[in-house]
C-alpha cells in the first residue's frame, strides 16, 4: 500500500492520476525502453538497418502524451518519438514490425526507415525525414478542427535544433494569430546530432520564443513525466477552451548516439556522456515511485517479467510478418491503381 | 450555358464546391476580405465567413503544410499560392510531403487537396510575377496538374480538382483570367483530369499546348488556315499530369507532325517529356521532327514592355514555328 503523506508529495493525486496511472506510466516508460533497446540488439545483429532512438526522452514523452485522447485527438511525432506513440495506441509489435521493414508493417509497410512512424488507426500523423515538416501538419489538423467547430487537440513534437527550422515559426505564427488547439512540444535534448544548443539557439530557450507568437511557453523538466502531464495537462485543457496554443520545451537528455550511423564519442567528453546517465528518466522516477510506496521490488519484477515475454513475444511475430512484396511497390502513388 | 471568362468561372466553381460541401475551404493570403489580388475569391468570404475563406498570415509553407494537414482532417482544403512564383517557400511541404504521403503511409493517408497557382506572363509582373514554373510539379511523382486554357475547362477541372481524392496543382495562366469570355455549363460541370481535348481539327500538323497557350494556337491555327492553307490540329493537353497519351498518339497519328508550345523555358521543359513520349510511342506516324517552340533560356520574364514582349509567346511565333514544321 502506497504512503499517503509520501504518495501525496510525488504530486500526482492533486493532477488527478491514482496510484495506479502512474505505475501504468511507469510501465509505458520502461515498454518504450526495452523495444528501444531492443531494436539496438537486432541492429547489432544485423536484422535492422537502422535504429533512431528514443532513450532518455521517455518521461516526456509518456507524461506529455497522457492527457491526449487516444480516439480523438492527433500527434504528429518526430523520430524519437517512441515512447509517445506508443502512448498514442503503437504496440511493441508495430514497432518492431516497422524497423524490421515489413510488407504490413503499419507505418509505411516497409517504405520508409524506421522511426517513421505513422498510422491512421491510431491517429498518428505519417512522418518524413525533413525535419519541422510534421508541425505544420498538427497545425493544419487544428485548423480543421477550428473550422468545424469540434473539440479535437493535436500535439506535434520536435528537438531543439528542429525548433530554428522556418517552417516551425510559420506554424507557430498561425496558431497563435487564430488561437488552434494545438500542442507544439519541443523535446531538447541539447544536441543536434553533433551540435549543441548553444551553436542552435540563440537565447538558449525555445519555450521563451512563444511570447512572441501570443501563447504561452513553458519549460519543463523532461525527466519527470508528472511535471510533464502537469504541463501538457494545462495545455490540453486550454487549447480545449478555445484558448490557442502552448509550447512545451522538455528538458531531456539524449542517452544513445543520434542514431547507429552516429558514434557520438566523437564529439561529446566521455565524462559528459557518462554523466547522462544520471538523468535517465527511467531509473529517477522509478526512485520516486519507490519512495512514495508506490512501486515495489515486487512490482519492478513483475512489470520487468511482464515486459520482457511482451516483447520477445512482439519480435517472433514481427519477424514472421511477410516481407514487402516488390511487386506492389508501384501501389499507392495514386488513389486510382491504374496509372497510364 | 452562361457567358465567362476564366476567372469567374474558377471563383463559380468554387462558391459551388463551397455551397456543394462543408469539408471544402479556401485558404491563401488576401483571400477573405479582399477577395483575392485576381478577384477569383470575390464575394466568398462574405458568403461563407472567415473560417472557411481564410486570410492566411504571408507564409506560403504554412498555406501548403496546414492544408495538408486538413486534409488529413478530412477537409478539402483549396490553398491559394497568390503567384506560383511564390511557391517556392512551400516547395517543401508540396515535394516532401504532400506528393509523398500517399506513397509513404502505403495507401493510409491520402491528401485530397487543391493549390492553385496563378502562373504566367504578360501581365508587366517580370521575373517574380510571372513564372511558369509547372515542371518543378510535372517532375514530381504523387502531384496531378491541371492547366485548363477555357472558362468551361477552368471551372470543370477546378471542381474535379476539389473532388479528387490526391493533390492537384491547378495552374491558372493569369493573362487568360479576363482575356476572353466563353459559354460555361451551368451547375455541376466537371472535367475530368486527365483528358486532352481537341480544340479544333487539322491534318497537317498538331500543335500540343496548355493554358495561355491554347488561345494563342487557335489564333495561329486561323492564320495558318487562311494565308498558307494549312490545317493545324490544336490538342489542348489541359491535364499535364497525368498526360493523355492516347489523345497524343491519335493526333500525331493523324497529321504526322508535331508542334509542342509552351511559356515556360524549352530545357528540361514540359514539351521535352511530350516530344520524348512521341519520339518513343508515336516515331513511326512522324514525318518530321517532333518541334518544340517554347520560351526563352532567361531567368524570368523581364519588366519592360519591349522585353516582355521578346519574352512572350504569340500567336504570331506559333505561326512561324508551324509553317517550318509543315516544310519540312
Not at chain 1, 561529446?268 to 535517465?280: G, I
Request: charged residues 25%; glycine residues 10%; aromatic residues 8%.
Amino acid at each position: 500500500m502506497a504512503n499517503t503523506k509520501q504518495a501525496e508529495a510525488l504530486g500526482h493525486r492533486k493532477l488527478g492520476l491514482g496510484d495506479d496511472d502512474v505505475l501504468a506510466m511507469y510501465r509505458q516508460m520502461l515498454l518504450a525502453r526495452a523495444v528501444d533497446e531492443r531494436m539496438w540488439l537486432m541492429q547489432r545483429a544485423g536484422k535492422i538497418a537502422f535504429v533512431i532512438s528514443g532513450q532518455g526522452h521517455e518521461g516526456a514523452q509518456v507524461g506529455i502524451t497522457w492527457p491526449m485522447r487516444r480516439d480523438q485527438d492527433w500527434l504528429a511525432p518526430f523520430y524519437r518519438s517512441i515512447a509517445s506513440v506508443m502512448t498514442f495506441g503503437m504496440t511493441a509489435e508495430d514497432i518492431v514490425s516497422a524497423h524490421l521493414a515489413k510488407g504490413d508493417d503499419v507505418s509505411s509497410g516497409g517504405r520508409q526507415m524506421p522511426g517513421h512512424y505513422g498510422a491512421k488507426r491510431y491517429n498518428i500523423v505519417s512522418l518524413s525525414s525533413p525535419v519541422g515538416t510534421q508541425v505544420l501538419h498538427a497545425v493544419g489538423l487544428a485548423m480543421g478542427a477550428w473550422v468545424r467547430g469540434d473539440d479535437m487537440v493535436a500535439m506535434t513534437s520536435f528537438g531543439e535544433g528542429t525548433s530554428n527550422q522556418g517552417e516551425i515559426h510559420e506554424a507557430m505564427n498561425f496558431a497563435g494569430v487564430h488561437k488552434l488547439p494545438v500542442i507544439f512540444v519541443c523535446e531538447n535534448n541539447g544536441y543536434a546530432i553533433s551540435v549543441p544548443l548553444a551553436q542552435q539557439v540563440g537565447g538558449l530557450s525555445v519555450a521563451i520564443r512563444a511570447q512572441g507568437y501570443g501563447f504561452p511557453g513553458v519549460t519543463v523538466d523532461g525527466t519527470d513525466p508528472i511535471a510533464c502531464y502537469a504541463a501538457a495537462k494545462e495545455a490540453h485543457e486550454r487549447a480545449r477552451r478555445g484558448e490557442g496554443p502552448t509550447l512545451i520545451e522538455a528538458k531531456v537528455v539524449r542517452l544513445t548516439s543520434h542514431s547507429s550511423d552516429d558514434d557520438q564519442r566523437r564529439y561529446r567528453d566521455p565524462a559528459e556522456v557518462e554523466a547522462l546517465k544520471e538523468h535517465d528518466p527511467i531509473p529517477l522516477f522509478a526512485n520516486r515511485l519507490r519512495g512514495a510506496g508506490i512501486l515495489t521490488d515486487a512490482i519492478e519484477e513483475l512489470l520487468r517479467t511482464e515486459i520482457k515475454a511482451e516483447i520477445n513475444e512482439a519480435s517472433v511475430r514481427g519477424e514472421a510478418r511477410p516481407d514487402p512484396d516488390v511487386s506492389t511497390a508501384e501501389r499507392y502513388v495514386y488513389a486510382d491503381e491504374v496509372w497510364p | 450555358m452562361t457567358e465567362l471568362n476564366i476567372l469567374e468561372a474558377i471563383r463559380i466553381a468554387m462558391d459551388e464546391e463551397l455551397e456543394r460541401d462543408p469539408n471544402v475551404m479556401l485558404l491563401g493570403e488576401d483571400v477573405g476580405r479582399k477577395g483575392g489580388v485576381f478577384g477569383a475569391t470575390e464575394g466568398l468570404f462574405a458568403k461563407y465567413g472567415g473560417k472557411r475563406v481564410l486570410d492566411t498570415p504571408l507564409t506560403e509553407a504554412m498555406i501548403a503544410g496546414a492544408a495538408a494537414g486538413a486534409a488529413i482532417y478530412g477537409l478539402r482544403p483549396i490553398a491559394e499560392m497568390q503567384f506560383a512564383d511564390f511557391s517556392y517557400p512551400a516547395f517543401n511541404q508540396i515535394v516532401s510531403e504532400i506528393s509523398r504521403m500517399r506513397y509513404r503511409s502505403n495507401g493510409t493517408f491520402g491528401l485530397p487537396m487543391v493549390i492553385r497557382m496563378p502562373y504566367g506572363g504578360g501581365v508587366h509582373g517580370a521575373l517574380y510575377h510571372s513564372q511558369s514554373n509547372e515542371t518543378y510539379f510535372t517532375s514530381t511523382v504523387g502531384l496531378k496538374v491541371v492547366a485548363p486554357g477555357t472558362p468551361a475547362d477552368a471551372k470543370g477541372l477546378l471542381k474535379a480538382a476539389v473532388r479528387d481524392p490526391d493533390p492537384v496543382m491547378f495552374f491558372e495562366h493569369k493573362k487568360t483570367y479576363r482575356l476572353f469570355k466563353a459559354d460555361v455549363p451551368d451547375g455541376d460541370h466537371v472535367v475530368p483530369i486527365g483528358l486532352a481535348d481537341v480544340a479544333r481539327s487539322g491534318k497537317h500538323l498538331s500543335i500540343f499546348c496548355y493554358g495561355y497557350m491554347r488561345f494563342c494556337a487557335l489564333e495561329a491555327a486561323e492564320t495558318l488556315a487562311r494565308e498558307d492553307g494549312l490545317e493545324a490540329e490544336v490538342v489542348d493537353l489541359r491535364t499535364l499530369r497525368p498526360l493523355d497519351t492516347a489523345a497524343v498518339l491519335a493526333s500525331v497519328a493523324h497529321t504526322g507532325r508535331a508542334l509542342v508550345v509552351h511559356e515556360a523555358n524549352r530545357f528540361g521543359g514540359f514539351g521535352a517529356e511530350v516530344a520524348a513520349f512521341i519520339g518513343e510511342a508515336g516515331f513511326e506516324s512522324l514525318d518530321a521532327p517532333v518541334t518544340r517552340l517554347a520560351g526563352p533560356e532567361v531567368p524570368g520574364v523581364p519588366f519592360h514592355h519591349s522585353l516582355e514582349d521578346w519574352f512572350m509567346l504569340n500567336p504570331a511565333k506559333i505561326v512561324e514555328a508551324a509553317r517550318a514544321l509543315a516544310a519540312y
